[in-house]
């Protein structure tokens, strides 16, 4: 299972600056709709909406992460096509630049007024993940002024999760004692690897061994997550055997062989 979606928010939030340091933070909110997407989906459309909590005159700096379509300016027809939609704030709030992931956006916003960032066509990634964050930074007008990061409440943070199931894949041990129980866990997974959502199939698991014990059909529940630990599984043929998995849509994984030693 992948499980490396902490390690990816906690990575961003170390680039350009700590959202969890101690210390002054930004000016404002930014809030992201929609909050949660489909590990490797194309075509989606997103919208960032700031809000200054006081006012600011200065400039927001907003991080993309790796992985997301390269944010641009050049063509509205093209993927990543990025425009800002100044709503209450000032005439002059616009963005200013584009420098590879890294979107600077002038701004004038007085305490309570805000702006939209409409981000259009992105292709996300393929891993999912509990959380991908758009790291923001505010800074106010004057030459030794700083970009601080938003409160981590305030940043715009959205989460991957794993698409329709294409296969089943399993995790177990491949040396075992005739007659002691143990563990397969059955994973539904994407064509990403990730943990299929929403998955609700029953699975079924078979032996080449015909004197297993093996446990009974199990029915995928939401709170499975894709994934199922099965059991007081026993393997009771000396030799090479396997397991099979099998759902009630068809997919199928048989296991490696599992060397079966006699008891002694």
């Known amino acids: 299972m992948k499980t490396i979606g902490l390690t990816l928010v906690l990575t961003a939030l170390v680039v350009g600056g700590s959202a969890s340091a101690a210390g002054p933070t930004g000016i404002g909110r930014m809030a992201v709709t929609p909050t949660t997407l489909t590990a490797g989906s194309t075509g989606n459309e997103l919208t960032f909406s700031f809000t200054a909590n006081k006012s600011l005159t200065g400039q927001t700096i907003v991080d993309f992460p790796r992985g997301w379509t390269t944010p641009q300016k050049r063509s509205a027809a093209a993927a990543g096509y990025v425009e800002l939609k100044r709503g209450t704030c000032g005439g002059s709030t616009r963005i200013t630049s584009i420098k590879r992931r890294r979107l600077t956006i002038a701004t004038a916003c007085k305490r309570g007024h805000g702006y939209q960032l409409l981000y259009h066509q992105a292709t996300v990634p393929t891993i999912a993940a509990d959380g991908y964050i758009f790291l923001t930074q505010t800074r106010t007008s004057g030459r030794k002024a700083k970009f601080r990061p938003l409160a981590r409440s305030g940043q715009p943070v959205v989460k991957l999760k794993g698409g329709l199931a294409t296969g089943l894949d399993m995790t177990l041990t491949s040396v075992i004692t005739a007659g002691t129980a143990f563990n397969v866990t059955v994973r539904a997974i994407d064509p990403y690897s990730n943990n299929a959502f ?39 043929t000396p030799g090479m055997q396997t397991i099979t998995a099998t759902d009630s849509n068809g997919l199928r994984k048989t296991s490696p062989p599992i060397t079966v030693n006699a008891s002694s």
Request: no cysteine.
């Open 198 to 236: 929403p998955y609700g199939a029953t699975v079924t698991l078979t032996s080449s061994d015909p004197a297993a014990t093996l446990p009974g059909p199990y029915a995928y529940q939401p709170s499975d997550l894709g994934q199922k630990a099965f059991t007081g599984i026993v393997l009771r």
